[in-house]
């Protein structure tokens, strides 16, 4: 059983940063941030497959950037330039499964095995 903690949430002004964190207990190759925003389905952000490449939503794209610490089992996503519409609940989230191509499946498909119980991120104009 995988279990995710995220922290990291918080309120900052337009063009502003934050970093979320989450700690991951057991070991998990395909990972990755999705967020839901009032009143939208959730989408995905960021994540790594399972072979360690990486993949953004457009939307973030030069602005998010998403990180690993092995040693620490942690996943973490800097967000710089932030804009009100990124305002949304954002959850860390894992797949046990170790193909490629099943773990992108998953992600697109918002399918992941195991989630956290999110952070808040609050972005005012």
């Known amino acids: 059983q995988v279990q995710l903690v995220e922290s990291g949430g918080g309120s900052v002004q337009a063009g502003g940063s934050l970093k979320l964190s989450c700690t991951v207990s057991g070991y998990t190759a395909c990972m990755g941030w999705f967020r839901q925003a009032p009143g939208k389905e959730r989408e995905g952000v960021a994540m790594?497959?399972?072979?360690?490449?990486?993949s953004y939503a457009d939307s973030v794209k030069g602005r998010f950037t998403i990180s690993k610490d092995n040693a620490k089992n942690t996943l973490y996503l800097q967000m710089n330039s932030l804009k009100p519409e990124d305002t949304a609940m954002y959850y860390c989230?894992?797949?046990?499964?170790?193909?490629?191509?099943?773990?992108?499946?998953?992600?697109?498909?918002?399918?992941?095995?195991?989630w956290g119980q999110g952070t808040r991120v609050t972005v005012s104009s």
């Open positions: 989230a894992a797949d046990s499964t170790i193909d490629k191509w099943v773990c992108r499946a998953r992600y697109t498909r918002l399918q992941f095995n195991y």
């Open positions: 790594f497959d399972s072979y360690g490449m990486t």
